[in-house]
């Protein structure tokens, strides 16, 4: 079955220090990788995200994540993490068409705390 | 600016009463989705519809009720069938075909 994992519920880093969230994938193809962070209380923010070609990808707020196929991983990575980035981290996997409706499955969030 | 906007931000609902959540868009997006978000567990899809007049039901549809007569709008009721309608609800849209997907804010539904 189709599914995303992220393993790690909580993660405190100290402002400045560097940053990876892992994601882990099942799928039986090449999927579709996107990264979401979600502030609390809001919406979900498109970070970046996969279909092909080179499989470092650069994203908004100085994140970047990289396509690992052999090891089915996705990891969302920032050299230097700021206060702001606090927030909720979703990985998610477009899993197949199904009548034109591109599927997602997300994974349960990171949740990224930051002490200063 | 385009987007999709969700209101209320916080909704109550009382014992056997159906609510309803509004989502609007201006990205002339095709598809519309609602998600339900609980703590720890990520989103599931709730229903999803690729054009006016047709809609799907998704993972965990049941107590949920939706209507697409506009492109732009794709309301969410919470029938009194829904025992556990407490959660955080996320409508998006994304273009016909399109893999991405693009969040409004949510709405909070609490029962009194």
């Known amino acids: 079955a189709q599914s995303v994992t992220q393993p790690d519920i909580h993660i405190t880093v100290s402002e400045g220090a560097s940053l990876e969230l892992r994601c882990n994938y099942s799928?039986?193809?090449?999927?579709?990788l996107f990264w979401y962070v979600q502030s609390p209380g809001q919406g979900l923010q498109l970070l970046l995200k996969y279909f092909s070609g080179d499989t470092l990808v650069q994203g908004i707020k100085g994140f970047e994540a990289e396509f690992k196929r052999s090891q089915s991983s996705f990891n969302l990575r920032k050299p230097s993490v700021h206060w702001s980035d606090a927030a909720e981290y979703f990985c998610?996997?477009?899993?197949?068409?199904?009548?034109?409706?591109?599927?997602?499955?997300f994974g349960a969030g990171t949740r990224l705390a930051v002490h200063p | 600016d385009g987007g999709i906007t969700q209101s209320p931000k916080y909704l109550f609902r009382k014992e056997g009463q159906n609510v309803t959540l509004s989502c609007e868009q201006n990205l002339n997006h095709d598809a519309m989705y609602w998600y339900r978000q609980d703590p720890g567990q990520g989103l599931r899809l709730i229903y999803y519809s690729q054009i006016v007049n047709d809609f799907q039901k998704g993972d965990i549809a049941e107590g949920y009720s939706v209507s697409r007569e506009k492109k732009e709008s794709f309301p969410l009721t919470v029938t009194s069938a829904q025992k556990n309608p407490t959660a955080f609800y996320l409508c998006a849209s994304s273009p016909s075909g399109g893999e991405t997907q693009y969040f409004g804010p949510g709405t909070r539904l609490l029962v009194l």
């Open positions: 799928y039986g193809a090449t999927p579709y």
């Open positions: 998610a996997v477009g899993a197949g068409n199904y009548g034109g409706y591109n599927k997602l499955i």
